[in-house]
C-alpha cells in the first residue's frame, strides 16, 4: 500500500504560526496556510472536519479552560487533498505536497 503521508522532512510550500489566544482559531489558520499552498480559495478546499478531528487539534494543543498552556510537545499530521499538513504544539502549521 502507497501510504500518502511523506517520509522524512521535505520543505514546506507554505507555512504559518498561530497565536494561541490570537484572532484566528487553529482551523482558520490551517485552512489559510493550505489554500496558500494549494492555490485554492478557502472555500474550494475540502472540509477539515471530513478528515482530523478539529476540536481535538483545539483540545490537544490549546490552553486549558483557565488559559494556563498545556505542557504537551508533539504533532499531528493529516492529509488533505494531497496535502501533508502538520500542526505543531507550540501552533507551528506546515502544509507539504503529499504526492
Known sequence: MN???LQGTPEPVASAQYSWGGEMTLVQTIVE???????????????????????????????????QLRPVTGEISFVVENHEVVVKSHGRVLVRRAD
Not at 35 to 58: C, K, M, N
Request: hydrophobic share 35%.
Open 3 to 5: 501510504d500518502p503521508v
Open 33 to 67: 496556510t493550505l489554500s496558500s499552498a494549494s492555490g485554492r480559495a478557502p472555500e474550494e478546499l475540502q472540509p477539515l472536519h471530513h478528515v482530523v478531528d478539529v476540536d481535538a487539534l483545539e483540545t490537544i494543543f490549546g490552553p486549558r479552560g483557565d488559559g
